[in-house]
């Protein structure tokens, strides 16, 4: 199965799982020659021609023999198995790393690389990839999502686009009539899509700075309880023919409004041409609105034998080589560079609904925190798809699920 950049900003699909041991390197003998050989994975991206540029970025480096290989299916799993082994990559492409990798010692600090050029990267991505002060990865691209919604429909409605979560309640519920649903979060209702995303409207957080549950809140609990009335006013389209990732949904009218990302905008501007805006996820409360970003990131095996000629790889292609950044952002599908000087001078991201999205992820932009479990997740995100979805109290499923996440965070502390 096919992946591209969006998957790391949602729950993750279910996908086959190949094995990343045993004698397969990822290295051939029809290298160049230039150095030590070097072995790089990459996650198998829905997007044409993404395989044959990184295959040109790695052939252009001449000071070492890097080999792409490019990985279909659970490639979180590959790779998390292929780091305790010699048989696995010397650079790689990571949705994260995660805590356990870096507890682990399984990769390498990058805190060099980034001398001089710190502040030049998203704060938001480059926090998720930091632990202890130091620098585990380098950010590739932004991912972010947005709210779609159609300025005719809205307009002839009546309503102005909603800025707090009551006028997108209020919206939806208006939009909605017997052929268009007002909003369409996924055909759970939201559950997998917006994970933390009201918390952080509400002006809460999944975990603190200083390492405590962010959502212990009273706040938190009426946030959930207004995504769970878009569910209770029939407002929200469930079961699309496509999910949230995909704008088919929106383009083809059966929602006025949609929650997607920026890889949907080329779809949605050539459907609807100037007859379509975007919004961050609106503020609730003493809030302000968020918007989830993510990012794979390029990080280095502390198995490998080259460690230092993987480093100095990395630097050259998403530290100095500032070109082949913005090519693999926007050439291939529609994303926005890692780097704030990037994104700002980028021709694609200049105008319309693209800067839009540029500037929502500067100003609201969230990642999920590096101490945000696995566990600590699962037990989030089935509290509240009980709570969108069977009308479950808010307020009792989030005390449960600050308890858990509460005992996750105090065991992750101890491995520190």
Request: glycine share 12%; aromatic share 8%; net charge positive.
């Amino acid at each position: 199965m096919t992946i591209s950049r969006r998957g790391l900003l949602g729950t993750g699909a279910a996908v086959g799982l190949l094995t990343a041991c045993g004698s397969n390197t990822g290295r051939d003998d029809g290298g160049s020659g230039h150095g030590p050989k070097l072995s790089q994975w990459y996650h198998q991206y829905g997007e044409q021609g993404t395989e044959q540029a990184v295959k040109k970025y790695a052939a252009a480096y001449k000071k070492a023999d890097v080999t792409v290989q490019w990985r279909p299916g659970n490639y979180d799993e590959q790779t998390a198995a292929a780091l305790l082994t010699d048989s696995g990559p010397d650079v790689f492409e990571v949705n994260g790393p995660t805590l356990d990798q870096i507890q682990g010692k399984q990769v390498a600090d990058l805190t060099e690389l980034f001398d001089g050029v710190k502040d030049d990267f998203n704060p938001a991505v480059l926090a998720p990839k930091t632990y202890d002060g130091r620098i585990w990865g380098i950010p590739q691209v932004v991912d972010m999502q947005m709210l779609y919604y159609r300025k005719s429909l809205l307009a002839d409605a009546g309503l102005r686009p909603p800025k707090t979560l009551d006028e997108l309640v209020d919206a939806a519920k208006k939009l909605t009539s017997k052929k268009t649903k007002g909003l369409f979060l996924g055909n759970d209702g939201g559950a997998g899509v917006l994970g933390g995303t009201p918390l952080y409207a509400a002006g809460l957080e999944l975990v603190t700075a200083d390492g405590k549950v962010g959502f212990d809140d009273p706040a938190a609990a009426r946030a959930l309880g207004k995504i769970r009335q878009l569910y209770a006013d029939k407002s929200l389209l469930l079961g699309a023919p496509a999910d949230w990732s995909d704008p088919s949904a929106f383009v083809q009218g059966l929602t006025a409004m949609q929650w997607s990302g920026l890889w949907a905008l080329p779809t949605v501007q050539k459907e609807f041409g100037d007859d379509f805006g975007v919004l961050p996820f609106p503020k609730d409360g003493a809030g302000k609105p968020s918007v989830p970003v993510g990012a794979y990131g390029a990080a280095v095996s502390t198995r490998g034998k080259h460690q230092q000629a993987a480093k100095d790889f990395l630097k050259w292609l998403w530290i100095d080589s500032t070109d082949r950044q913005e090519d693999f952002a926007l050439a291939y599908g529609f994303h926005i560079p890692a780097r704030l000087s990037l994104a700002k001078k980028a021709q694609k991201l200049r105008k319309g609904a693209a800067a839009d999205a540029v500037r929502f992820t500067t100003d609201y932009g969230y990642a999920q925190p590096l101490l945000w479990t696995p566990a600590g997740q699962s037990a989030y995100q089935d509290a509240l798809s009980r709570i969108i979805k069977d009308g479950a109290s808010p307020d009792s499923e989030l005390k449960k699920v600050v308890r858990k996440v509460s005992a996750e965070l105090g065991r992750v502390k101890k491995k520190s």
